[in-house]
């Protein structure tokens, strides 16, 4: 295997914990990484944060490039950026994937701007093919508003960025030890470098059962506001013990809040079963939940773009199909 140009995925970590999207970008390092028959290796920068390398290695990783430090245990913006292009021109990657966390959205385009790259966000799916003769990183972001899925390259600046947001990938199995490397780096920073400095991160408990744990996720779209909004959403959502989401438009208008808005510029969803009532299906909301084990999908046009996605489709009017199934479902559970 070439060990040169590797693939590398940045490991975030908050509070002595590594981030789930961080684990999941693994998986995919792993595919892109093996194709291009090169090494993959993880950038974690913390403080005693030697457990987490062990753990990026027991989930797959060949390398981690390790930064500890007692001043850079909280994310500081400006140096981990100096960090990681340092970092960069040192040892050349071709790929680098980051999640798009709060955090991540911050890092990956003072890294790209810093090393002179492109970046592309909040990916739907990345994949090699070739392009100009070598293998390209092809990065799949639904654009015109979320109607057509765009293809994006980078064909000529190094590395090819991109992030990707929390559930789309899956988290590859753990191993109970890791067969890679631990590589130290002693980061060379200044008092002077941190311009602005992170104090404290304090992170809120979301209310209710948090969209990616959810068995059952019931999502509703614009089509409520005919039905009498979300209140038979809540209902149904409460006797399945799941979870309420929301559409863009249905978070515009307050029905529910922005962290539980689903689809590209939203959450994404794994849940055993997904129910979308009143949502055309805009590429932009489905790409948010096509890893669900079951869809079903409630709307009046038979021709909504939602009954494509999905594997249980019910065409007709939500304030009838969505009481009655609330009704057979109590009966039955």
Not at 26 to 54: F, H, N, P, T
Not at 89 to 107: F, R, S
Not at 127 to 143: A, C, F, H, S
């Amino acid at each position: 295997m070439n060990q040169g140009n590797e693939v590398w995925i940045w490991a975030e970590q908050r509070s002595g914990r590594l981030m789930e999207v961080s684990l999941e970008l693994i998986s995919k390092g792993l595919e892109l990484s093996q194709r291009l028959e090169v090494g993959l290796a993880a950038v974690l920068i913390g403080d005693r944060a030697e457990e987490l390398a062990e753990e990026l290695l027991a989930y797959g990783v060949g390398k981690v490039y390790l930064m500890e430090e007692a001043r850079l245990r909280l994310y500081q913006s400006d140096v981990y950026a100096n960090i990681m292009a340092n970092l960069i021109y040192e040892h050349n990657p071709q790929i680098i994937l980051l999640g798009a966390t709060t955090i991540g959205m911050d890092l990956a385009p003072r890294v790209a701007a810093k090393v002179k790259t492109g970046l592309t966000a909040h990916c739907a799916d990345l994949y090699l093919e070739e392009i100009d003769g070598r293998l390209q990183l092809v990065q799949v972001v639904p654009g015109f508003s979320g109607n057509l899925m765009v293809k994006i390259a980078c064909p000529q600046r190094r590395p090819q960025m991109a992030t990707v947001r929390p559930g789309v990938m899956e988290k590859p199995n753990c191993m109970e030890e890791g067969k890679g490397q631990i590589v130290r780096v002693k980061p060379n920073i200044k008092e002077e470098d941190f311009r602005a400095k992170t104090i404290d991160i304090v992170e809120e408990k979301p209310v209710g059962i948090p969209l990616e744990e959810a068995n059952v996720v019931v999502a509703g779209g614009w089509g409520l506001q005919s039905a009498g909004g979300f209140g038979l959403i809540e209902e149904l959502a409460n006797i399945l013990g799941g979870a309420v989401a929301g559409t863009r438009p249905a978070v515009d208008a307050n029905w529910v809040p922005e962290e539980r808005m689903i689809g590209q510029s939203g959450k994404t969803v794994s849940p055993n079963l997904f129910i979308s009532a009143g949502a055309s299906g805009a590429p932009h909301f489905t790409t948010g939940f096509l890893k669900s084990k079951v869809i079903l999908a409630i709307d009046q046009n038979p021709k909504s773009p939602i009954f494509e996605v999905s594997d249980i489709g019910i065409v007709g009017d939500l304030r009838k199909i969505v009481p009655c199934l609330g009704e057979e479902l109590k009966r039955i559970l």
